[in-house]
């Protein structure tokens, strides 16, 4: 029997628009339960710039029935569960997992967080220390702040260059009013309720309770309502912060495409031959060869109206420009010949595995399913996905590289004791094939 017959996803949307995904899988004796909404940091504007993060936190607070963060974390432990939540620009989510015999105490937990916060003051004045905190850890320690600044140098001074986390001065001077304003952005039609593990669809759908009534009754929001205003043609940017430090940390990005572009698995496959794994040609250059790096690695980030492949590492400051050079050269030669035809083969199975080794696990199952639907409002099922990445040609990726490596696409982050900032935009003309001063 194929493992996939076993968890076949079923999506239902009751009345009030709130849509219902279940992933059956028989063969565990856990559950996944997740609340996601495609509301994220990408709703936010300069006055509230970290709200999303923070309204996640504050979500397990205290609500009229479980009146504090306490009771909550111990309700949930009690039952023999883990619980957590994450935010990110084009999304926040809730979940726990645990045993299968409690799913309907899952969902009454989640639907009272997710819908009566209460955001009580003296919590609330208390989490922004935590959230403070936190802003610090990602300004004092360098792998953070080169991602930071990534994005910064990716995006500008648009929505997506902004850090998700805010800044000191917008988080001190949050207000309840402005989490209970913030939070209804949130709306059944922008809100899912997946369910992966040892359930089926009617169990689910009989304990959504509350969440299942929910309506939004005076709404000043709608989707359609967004104005992201990302500018996909920024000039070349570079993004460079010296500080004391025993290495240098780089960021390199090129902007690729968007969520829905039949040119993802192309880019999927680009990115695993660069920077997935020890195969890897980031791995093999920088660690194996050169000697130059602990960690190196690569990443797709998609949204929905642009995309971008980040190139990451930690090298000796001493080496940053040739480990930069070296790197830029590889991938102008991926421009020129492709890649070869065994490390093509490797970065297909390479995803291919990454991908159904995921599906093994309730969490893995549920969180690509619900995201599917959350973000491209469908499913598609992994073997249709692992079929197009076997499709990708060594001629798809030439033309690829080709076609995106152009200035306007270029950023660059280096955070390190490092300091000469042209020698770094020579760099990045070399990739442009222009005059490398």
């Known amino acids: 029997m194929c493992y996939y017959s076993l968890m076949t996803p079923e999506i239902s949307t009751l009345s ?19 609340f996601l909404t495609s509301i994220g940091s990408r709703e936010e504007e300069d006055r509230n710039l970290g709200i999303a993060h923070f309204l996640e936190h504050m979500a397990f607070k205290g609500t009229p029935t479980r009146p504090n963060p306490i009771e909550i974390n111990r309700e949930i432990e009690r039952l023999g569960a883990r619980t957590n939540a994450f935010t990110w620009q084009e999304y926040t989510g809730y979940f726990i997992q645990g045993n299968k015999a409690h799913l309907a105490k899952y969902l009454d937990i989640l639907s009272d967080i997710y819908l009566n916060s209460t955001f009580p003051e003296t919590e609330m ?21 080169a991602s930071d ?17 805010g800044s000191e001065e917008t988080i001190k001077k949050m207000t309840r009013e402005d989490f209970v304003e913030f939070r209804g952005k949130h709306a059944p039609e922008n809100t899912i309720i997946a369910v992966a593990g040892n359930t089926n669809t009617e169990d689910v ?16 929001w709608k989707i359609e309502d967004r104005r992201w205003g990302v500018e996909k043609n920024r000039k070349t940017e570079l993004l460079l912060e010296t500080r004391k430090s025993e290495q240098s940390h780089f960021r390199l990005g090129i902007k690729t495409c968007n969520l829905f572009s039949n040119l993802v698995p192309v880019c999927d496959v680009l990115s695993a031959h660069i920077g997935s794994g020890l195969g890897s040609m980031m791995f093999e250059t920088l660690r194996e060869k050169m000697g130059a790096a602990y960690y190196c690695a690569s990443s797709d980030i998609y949204y929905k109206d642009v995309g971008v492949l980040k190139l990451s590492a930690g090298v000796a400051t001493n ?62 099922e992994p073997v249709s996905y692992a079929h197009k990445i076997d499709l990708v040609t060594n001629e798809d990726i030439i033309k690829f590289v080709r076609s995106i490596f152009k200035p306007e696409n270029l950023s660059l982050a280096v955070v390190g004791d490092y300091s000469d900032n042209v020698k770094l935009t020579s760099l990045l003309r070399l990739w442009l094939r222009q005059e490398s001063g």
């Open 125 to 145: 004045e208390k989490e922004k220390g935590v959230i403070i905190e936190e802003i610090k850890l990602h300004k004092d320690e360098p792998m953070y702040r």
């Open 149 to 165: 600044l990534f994005f910064a140098a990716t995006f500008g001074g648009t929505v997506l260059g902004r850090s998700i986390l």
């Open 16 to 34: 009030n628009g709130l849509r219902v995904l279940s992933v059956p899988n028989k063969s565990v004796e856990t559950v996944n339960v997740m």
């Open 205 to 220: 759908i009989e304990n959504v309770d509350e969440i299942g009534r929910w309506k939004v009754e005076d709404r000043r």
């Open 319 to 380: 080496r940053l420009e040739e480990s930069l050079k070296r790197v830029i050269e590889e991938i102008m030669e991926i421009g020129e010949i492709g890649i070869g035809e065994k490390q093509l083969e490797r970065a297909k199975e390479y995803i291919k595995g990454g991908l159904f080794m995921g599906m093994e696990t309730t969490e893995g199952a549920n969180g690509y399913y619900a995201f599917d639907l959350l973000l491209k409002g469908r499913l598609e």
